[in-house]
């Protein structure tokens, strides 16, 4: 009942919170190519003895512009103590004007860990709109849910 308790809790939180505008985000960010740290949780703990909620995640890549193709350089998934588990390109993706890819980590896959992350590197031939990168969780049980959205960071701009 407890666990119940607390998915209701943080559901209700991440609804509550303020909304500017209709978009995620009210500036457009310009850029020829980025390194971008994306947040993911394998696992989210609750109740008072800590217990691990499994989650599968979706890493997503969305490209915003209307106009102009982007390559996906790298993209790489890290462990709870910064260690690469998998390389998930070999050669670079080219995603079309408002195309969209993913990687999926299932529910039952926890080798990330809580703290698991993404890294994902990504050009392109003249400046255009910046890609959304993000990872979704989720996961379900008995009955009830629980999902959220983590958004990407650029740790580095430009094209390293």
């Not at 193709?69 to 050669?91: E, F, M, N, P, V």
């Not at 709109?129 to 379900?140: C, Q």
Request: hydrophobic share 40%.
């Amino acid at each position: 009942m407890r666990l119940v308790a607390s998915l209701l809790l943080f559901s209700l939180a991440l609804v509550a919170s303020p909304v500017s505008g209709w978009s995620a985000s009210d500036q457009v960010h310009l850029s020829k190519g980025q390194t971008v740290y994306v947040p993911v949780y394998s696992n989210v703990f609750t109740g008072p003895r800590s217990l691990p909620y499994q989650l599968a995640a979706t890493l997503s890549i969305r490209n915003t512009d209307m106009d102009s193709w982007l390559r996906i350089t790298a993209i790489d998934y890290y462990d709870t103590s910064g260690k690469l588990l998998r390389h998930y390109q070999d050669r670079p993706l080219s995603l079309a004007p408002l195309a969209s890819t993913y990687v999926h980590i299932e529910e039952k896959d926890v080798a990330g860990g809580f703290g698991a992350n993404f890294i994902v590197k990504w050009q392109a031939d003249r400046t255009m709109n910046a890609p959304i990168i993000e990872s979704v969780m989720i996961g379900a049980t008995s009955g009830q849910g629980i999902s959220f959205v983590s958004p990407g960071q650029v740790i580095r701009p430009g094209m390293r």
